[in-house]
């Protein structure tokens, strides 16, 4: 039993980054997960509604999107790679451009939005909508927090901070990854 414990005390330490934010990670996971359930679930009950519904998205500002956040983590990754390098300006000048990129994101999601507002397109229009508000929604509230994150680990640029950071930011660029084809592409 001893030894077991030893084994998994082991996991712990070698665990990349903070264990809370794996916590965090985790549980943002999930409620995404279960979201995206859902939407597969409702989609069931009306294939042909959530295809037609599907088609008043902007599939090209959405991987437009795709190529903006997953270029602003490999900044992010970077950004780590360089602070523990003493690299410091160019950690600091990478989590700034990756906070940017987010900021572009949400340019663009807003601008989704403004167009669907534009089209009288709400979350009561169809079901499809309801899930695509909701998911992305929530999905560009994590951008926001994420981008606030960055900011405040180059501010506060030591390795375990940016560390916490970039852990954050891939898990909204994982979850994007998740949503991007299930909501704009799955027919």
Excluded: C
Excluded at 16 to 44: K, Q, T, Y
């Amino acid at each position: 039993m001893n030894e077991q414990t030893v084994e998994q005390g082991s996991l712990i330490d070698e665990l990349p980054g903070e264990l809370m934010m794996w916590v965090l990670i985790i549980s943002e996971l999930l409620v995404f997960g279960a979201g995206l359930i859902a939407f597969m679930g409702v989609r069931l009950t009306d294939p042909v509604g959530f295809a037609e519904a599907q088609s008043y998205l902007d599939r090209t500002g959405a991987a437009l999107n795709t190529v903006v956040l997953v270029s602003s983590g490999y900044l992010a990754a970077l950004a780590l790679n360089w602070r523990r390098q003493r690299h410091r300006l160019r950690a600091r000048v990478a989590l700034i451009g990756a906070a940017a990129l987010g900021v572009v994101f949400l340019v663009i999601k807003g601008a989704e939005y403004a167009g669907k507002a534009a089209q009288g397109i709400g979350t009561d229009t169809h079901p499809f909508f309801m899930f695509y508000y909701l998911l992305t929604g929530f999905h560009a509230a994590h951008v926001l927090a994420g981008v606030g994150i960055l900011l405040l680990v180059a501010w506060r640029d030591n390795p375990r901070n940016i560390e916490a950071g970039a852990q954050f930011w891939h898990m909204v660029d994982l979850v994007w990854i998740l949503l991007f084809p299930v909501i704009y592409l799955l027919g």
